[in-house]
């Protein structure tokens, strides 16, 4: 089992910047790609942003792009989603997620391909 924590939600104004962060620990591998979905209120959980086990590449949602920056540290078990530009309909609760793969370079988009994830943290950007 892996255990997901997510950190690093909170309230921000439009246009400005937070730093989530997750932190994985039980039976970790490093051969896991991750991924951020995220949530808002009367929706589904949408994917926002992947990255695959080698950091070799990340796959970002339309909604997104230029604006979110994913990434990982391998080594502390950790990935962390840079969120600048932030708008009031980023307001969701973000999940972390991670799939066991032994393919370096894939991402993956689909909540139904990830079989590990954290509780959420909420972020709420006020316009």
């Known amino acids: 089992q892996v255990q997901l924590v997510e950190s690093g939600g909170g309230l921000v104004q439009a246009g400005g910047s937070l730093r989530l962060s997750c932190t994985a620990s039980?039976?970790?591998?490093?051969?896991?790609?991750m991924g951020w979905f995220r949530q808002a209120p009367g929706k589904e959980r949408e994917f926002a942003a992947s990255i695959s086990w080698s950091a070799s590449s990340t796959f970002y949602a339309d909604s997104v792009k230029g604006r979110f920056t994913i990434s990982r540290d391998n080594a502390k078990n950790t990935v962390h989603l840079q969120m600048n530009s932030l708008k009031p309909e980023d307001t969701a609760v973000y999940y972390c997620?991670?799939?066991?793969?032994?393919?370096?370079?894939?991402?993956?988009?689909?909540?139904?391909?990830?079989?590990?994830w954290g509780q959420g943290t909420q972020v709420t950007v006020s316009s």
């Open positions: 997620a991670a799939h066991v793969t032994y393919n370096r370079e894939r991402v993956y988009s689909a909540t139904d391909q990830y079989e590990y």
């Open positions: 039980g039976r970790t591998y490093s051969n896991y790609a």
